[in-house]
């Protein structure tokens, strides 16, 4: 069935970095935009990021650009996110979600958890 | 760019109707017809509810429907039922940085 599956959370000390995928099935992975989007304890959902369909244009939320850096892989139907300079602020859960053409994610996967503590 | 301003809760009993509010700018809600609505049971994905301001994705109840004005969009739910209780957030594409923007988010409480 159609699904993504995200991981690579766990629990980094902040100013350190870390890697998030994000592994699609089901669909022509290669068609779709993909955004990250995340949920700290608490707080409501917060947009990171989107890619193209080809990976041609990148854009970032304001809290994470110059940061983070969204890329994929069609040939292996997987997305990524880098985290760099990691914050206490990033803690959260991370979705990764496929974007229709008017940008409605109809697409979720089940997120995987960000812990950023010394 | 801010989060898009909702109501921090809303609650009805079963059977009524409610109706969440969106309220952003001429930059997004107001410039694009491109909103939507995600229904979200903590623990669990958000799911989209409504697309393009008042599209019903193939699967969503006729109980759910969006529209809007100027720059708020709403979400109503009829029929309220005891599996609609979760939060609810709105989204819009927006003319400037960041592209994309959620709502503050809404608990939907059935009494």
Redesign the interface.
């Known amino acids: 069935q159609v699904q993504l599956v995200e991981s690579g959370g766990g629990v980094v000390q902040p100013g350190r970095s870390l890697r998030l995928s994000c592994a699609a099935s089901g669909f022509i992975f290669s068609n779709y935009a993909i ?1 990250w ?1 995340r949920q700290a304890p608490g707080k ?4 990171v990021a ?1 890619i193209s369909f080809d990976g041609s244009n990148t ?4 809290s994470v650009k110059g940061r983070f850096t969204i890329s994929r892989d069609n040939s292996k139907n997987t997305l990524y996110v880098q985290m760099n300079s990691l914050r206490a602020e990033d803690t959260a859960v991370y ?1 990764c ?1 496929r974007s ?1 053409d ?5 697409i ?4 995987t958890m960000v812990t950023v503590s010394s | ?1 801010s ?1 898009l301003t909702q109501p921090a809760s809303v609650s009805g009993s079963p059977g009524q109707s409610i109706t969440i509010s969106c309220t952003g700018t001429s930059s997004d809600v107001g410039a694009y ?2 909103v ?1 609505w ?1 229904q ?1 049971h903590p623990g ?5 509810m409504i ?2 301001v008042s599209t019903r ?1 193939s699967g969503v109840s006729h109980r759910f429907s969006g529209s809007k004005s100027g720059n708020t969009a709403s979400l109503t739910v009829s029929g309220l039922q005891a599996e609609d209780e979760a ?1 609810y ?1 709105c ?1 819009s ?1 927006t003319s400037s ?9 809404t608990k939907v409480t059935v009494l």
Do not use: I, M, R
């Not at chain 1, 409501?44 to 947009?47: P, T």
């Not at chain 1, 979720?108 to 997120?111: E, K, P, S, V």
């Not at chain 2, 940085?97 to 988010?105: A, D, E, Q, R």
């Open positions: 955004h989007v409501g959902l917060d947009w989107v854009y970032y939320g304001d979705y979600a229709l008017t940008a409605a994610l109809d979720w996967g089940q997120g | 760019q989060a017809n491109y939507s995600y979200h669990k994905a958000p799911k989209l697309y393009e994705p939060d957030y989204s594409f940085s960041p592209l994309y923007v959620f709502g503050t988010g």
